[in-house]
C-alpha cells in the first residue's frame, strides 16, 4: 500500500478527531527505521517501536468493510511482531468519544494510563479528551 492509499483509508475513517494524516506525512514517517506498516488490503496500522516500548501511531479501515475482524487482525499482528522485536508494553492515544476503538483495544488488555482533556477538536471545534492507554505484552 502506498502513501496516497494509506491517507485515502486514513481520511474515511477519520473525519475531524484526529485529522486525517496526509500521504506526504504517511511518506515521511515511513522512512523512519523504527516505524512499522502492518496493512490488510481494506486497512493498516502503524507502529513505532523504541526499545522496550511501543507506540500504535494510528489503526484504520475502510469504513464499507468494517466489523469483520480486519483491525483485530491488524493488531494482533502488531503485538506479534512487537513482541519478537522485544518491545514490553505498547501505548496509543485515542479520543474518548471513540467507543469502537476504545473496545477493541480493552480486547487486548490496555487499559487507561492518563487522560489528556481537551486534546482533540470535534465537529464545531468542539474539545474532545484524548485517552492514553497502555497494555503489557
Not at 2 to 31: G, Q
Not at 54 to 80: C, S, Y
Not at 129 to 135: D, E, I
Amino acid at each position: 500500500m502506498n502513501a496516497v492509499e494509506l491517507a485515502k483509508i486514513h481520511s474515511a475513517s477519520f473525519s475531524y478527531a484526529p485529522r486525517p494524516w496526509t500521504a506526504e506525512e504517511f511518506e515521511s514517517l515511513l522512512t523512519s527505521s523504527n516505524v512499522k506498516l502492518f496493512e490488510h488490503a481494506a486497512g493498516f496500522a502503524v507502529f513505532r517501536f523504541a526499545g522496550p516500548e511501543a507506540e500504535l501511531l494510528t489503526i484504520a479501515v475502510d469504513p464499507a468493510v468494517r466489523r469483520q475482524g480486519i483491525a483485530k487482525k491488524l493488531m494482533q499482528t502488531g503485538h506479534e511482531s512487537a513482541k519478537s522485536a522485544g518491545v514490553q508494553e505498547v501505548f496509543l492515544e485515542v479520543s474518548q468519544e471513540n467507543p469502537h476503538a476504545k473496545s477493541l483495544y480493552e480486547q487486548f488488555g490496555y487499559q487507561v494510563r492518563a487522560i489528556r482533556e481537551n486534546y482533540y477538536f470535534g465537529p464545531n471545534g468542539q474539545k474532545i479528551n484524548g485517552l492514553v492507554m497502555g497494555c503489557a505484552l
